[in-house]
Each structure stands twice: as C-alpha cells, then as structure tokens.
C-alpha cells in the first residue's frame, strides 16, 4: 500500500493508492523586465555571472530553496506561474508572483530518500499541462514509488483547482522503474495524445520486446486508454529501441524529438516516429541495419542531454526564434566547469523527420564552482528562458534586456 499525498484549498487530504557557452551580439529592440518576478518580489532579481551567455542577455536568480528540482513548465493560461517538481520529496511546487508558495501543489510519496545521485534517480520527474488546460484544468506528472516488492513507475493526472491538486488519479500504473533508467518524461502531441518515455530499467533487452514498456515511447488518450490507431491497437507503445530517453518535445509541425543518454558514449537525439525501432541494446549510434532507424545526432562523449524546448517568444532577437534549446547536464559527479556538457546549446534543424541535419552553438555555459547541473529548461509567454539546477536548489532566467542594480 502507498500513500500519495496532496494538499488542498481546505486542508491536507491523504490518498491510498496500491502498489503504489556564446557568441555575437545584436541590435534588436531590449525590453525591460516586467514589475516583479522572482525571489526578490518587485526588486531587481540577483545576477549569475557564473552562467556564460551572448552579449545582451541577462541571467538572475529566479527562485531558490527548491528540493533536487528537476522539470520545469509554465500552464498555458497566460499566468507565468512556473510549476518545479522536486525529484524525490514529490512535491510540484509553484513561483507565482516573485515567490515560491509555502505549500506544494501536490505531494506525492515517492519513497525516495538519500539525496541524488547517491539514492538513484527515482522520483518525480515527468510534468505537462492539458491542451485543453484553460477549460479542464488537468495537470500530468509522472514518477517513480519505491515499495518492497521494488520500483513502480506511474503516470498521475490531477486538476489544477486554485494552486491545489484534486481529483488525483493514476491513469497507467506499474511501469518498470529502477534506480535509474526510470519512467523520464511526458509530452503532449499536437494529436492531443500524451507521449510517455520510459528508460530500459537496467533491463536492456526488453527495449527490443514488443510486450514490454522497457526502453519505449508509449503513447496515450488523455485519460489514460490506447489510442485506436497506436502500431497495436491492444498496445501503448509507439516506439521502441531506447535506453534512457530523458526528454520529449514537439516542434511547432508536430515533430517529436528524444533526447537519449548512452552507457559511456554515444549519446543520441532521435526523432520519434510511429512504429520505428530505435536499435538498443543491438545498436549504439548510427547502423546499417534498414530494421533500426538512426538518430539525427550522435554525441561520441557524454553530455547526457536532458530536458529541450522550442522558444517562439518574442524577446529574443530573431536569430534564436522558433530554435530547439537543448540542456547538456553533464557528468553527474563532476565539480567545476566542463568543457562540454553543463551548458545550454541552441540546435538549428535542416529539413524534417529522420532525416534533419542539426547543428549546435552553446548559448549559455556553466561557470561554477563546486557542484551545480542545470537538468530542466521552459519558457515562459515573454520568451524567457527558465533554467534549473538540480544541485544548488535553483532556478535561472535568461533574458534578452538591460538590468538594475542586483540584489
């Protein structure tokens, strides 16, 4: 038996559930920031020299004080109220207004302590918001619970109902999960289908096992049914062949792109079609085999790509506009800079579908000492670029614009 927790407008209610780095200029226009937002409520946001970005960006320290945060993402209602999940308290906390409010949106009870990397990296990591979100209200996460029969990955939806979760539910449950190489992330489709990507859990075979959700990209009706037109109709899978693809986005034309994380090499971006075949644990890379289709870019060392997202905003200069940005975490016990991950990297796609060409140019690049790993990445309805770092607790904005005095 599990206990899922979550807090509402009238109190603390608590559910059973069972088993349960840059370059160039420019001259375009530099907004101003708006009144508040951030720490420092209506006062200027602190400055992050730290983080390496192109001349006339701003990086400032958004929000402190979170758990492990992992994703990160703003509902689509035109509230700029960017919800945090905390990998292993559970919690999806929100910053409205400047602050982040005392009490979490929900509470749910992962099991999992002991810090991260050293407890694995179960816990709370998927989160989307409904397309139709302005009328339903529904908030998605997915997550891992640890229990003595082991890890079970589930995929929850709940209401967003004045900052408090209702109306929880798990619309797919036992998922295979692990320490690590757990159920990653969700995404939602311009179909208005939910895409779930769920890591191998150190059981690679099963990635190439149609009758396993080891290693796939399964695909969903909002409520938690198979699609009528999924590869199988009696099947939530749509793709397979994947060993830890730890972020889904889609592009404005519908396209999916997974952001994979290789053994000790060969980290992938693949795009994600119906039915195709991804190769591990047969193939690391690119092959010649016509049953395996290839990624659109390889990694030969780790970065261990994470979380992407497209910014259409309007407050970037137009060189940045409609781009896919893409989190390079890095190797999980390093200190100090690294010369090629730890940053954010702005790709440029050529053509479409399997067959894009994709290049890279760092945009914004870690600078600290000690430990800190940026891991999840959004925007918000300005075009602000929103950052956070798994181990200082943080999250950065990046912004095009001047700045006051720093806190």
Not at 179 to 188: D, K, M, R, W
Not at 289 to 312: E, G, K, L, Q
Request: with cysteine; hydrophobic share 40%; proline share 7%.
């Amino acid at each position: 038996m599990k206990i899922i927790k979550f807090n509402l407008f009238l109190g603390i209610f608590i559910i059973f559930l069972h088993a349960c780095s840059g370059s160039g200029g420019s001259d375009d226009f530099i907004s101003t920031p708006p009144d508040g937002g951030g720490t420092g409520g209506g006062n200027t946001l602190r400055l992050v020299p730290e983080i390496l970005v192109p001349s006339g960006f701003i990086v400032e320290e958004f929000a402190k004080g979170l758990n492990l945060p992992t994703t990160i993402a703003f509902p689509p209602d035109g509230s700029n109220r960017l919800f945090v999940n905390e990998l292993q308290s559970g919690q999806v906390r929100i910053v409205q207004n400047g602050t982040l409010n005392v009490l979490p949106f929900v509470d749910l009870e992962t099991m999992v302590t002991g810090g991260f990397p050293s407890a694995g990296e179960n816990g709370l990591i998927g989160l989307a918001f409904d397309p139709d979100y302005a009328i339903n209200r529904y908030v998605y996460v997915s997550f891992a619970v640890r229990t003595p029969d082991g890890t079970i990955g589930k995929v929850a939806r709940m209401k967003d109902q004045s900052n408090r979760a209702t109306d929880f539910e798990v619309i797919l449950d036992n998922l295979p999960s692990a320490a690590g190489h757990q159920i990653e992330t969700i995404a939602f489709g311009l179909d208005g289908k939910l895409y779930v990507s769920v890591g191998d859990a150190f059981e690679d075979a099963k990635a190439q096992d149609p009758n396993e959700f080891n290693g796939k990209i399964l695909r969903m009706n909002p409520d938690g049914t198979i699609p009528s037109d999924n590869p199988d109709s009696n099947s939530y899978v749509w793709a397979s062949g994947l060993r830890n693809s730890f972020g889904l986005v889609f592009s404005s034309n519908g396209t999916l792109y997974a952001s994979e994380n290789g053994p000790n090499e060969k980290d992938e971006l693949n795009v994600i079609s119906k039915a195709n075949n991804y190769g591990w644990p047969t193939v690391l890379g690119n092959s010649t085999d016509p049953n395996f289709t290839n990624p659109i870019h390889v990694w030969n060392n780790i970065v261990a790509p994470t979380s992407m997202v497209f910014n259409n905003g309007t407050n970037f200069p137009d060189k940045y506009k409609n781009k896919m940005f893409i989190v390079l975490f890095g190797r999980t016990f390093s200190d100090g800079p690294d010369p090629i991950s730890k940053r954010v990297q702005v790709a440029t796609i050529q053509n479409a579908g399997p067959d894009a060409t994709i290049s890279f140019e760092d945009f914004a690049t870690y600078n600290f000492f000690g430990k800190g790993n940026p891991i999840g990445i959004a925007v918000d309805s300005n075009g602000f670029l929103f950052l956070s770092d798994i181990f200082q607790g943080k999250i950065f904005r990046i912004r095009f614009g001047t700045s006051g005095v720093p806190l």
